[in-house]
């Protein structure tokens, strides 16, 4: 079993950045692939970014590719999104999630592990 929390979500005037954490629980995390993923209301939930179990390995959806970047630190459980020049149309619910896979996996059902998500908020 795989605990995720994300946290870093807030509000920011566009054109700014924030970083979004995704801490894990469990002995594995190094094992697991990891992404982030997006829902704004009304819509269908985004794959937004993904790495492989080394962080050696990144896939990015084309809405945010340029501009958001995904790493991770095997050591500290954790996952990252770093998200710069963000635009109103980034608003939604981030959630981070967990892959018994070690390549990237970038399909909504190939994920095991969800978290509960954090709310970013880009004003115009």
């Known amino acids: 079993q795989v605990h995720l929390v994300e946290s870093g979500g807030g509000l920011v005037q566009a054109g700014g950045s924030l970083r979004l954490s995704c801490a894990t629980s469990g002995r594995t995390f190094g094992s697991y692939a990891m992404g982030w993923f997006r829902q704004a209301p009304g819509k269908e939930r985004e794959f937004v970014a993904a790495?492989?179990?080394?962080?050696?390995?990144?896939y990015y959806g084309d809405s945010v590719k340029g501009r958001f970047t995904i790493s991770r630190d095997n050591a500290k459980n954790t996952v990252y999104l770093q998200m710069n020049s963000l635009k109103p149309e980034d608003t939604a619910v981030y959630s981070c999630?967990?892959?018994?896979?070690?390549?990237?996996?970038?399909?909504?059902?190939?994920?095991?592990?969800w978290g509960q998500g954090t709310q970013v908020t880009v004003s115009s």
């Open positions: 790495i492989n179990w080394s962080g050696s390995s990144t």
């Open positions: 999630a967990a892959a018994r896979y070690t390549r990237v996996v970038i399909t909504t059902g190939e994920y095991d592990y």
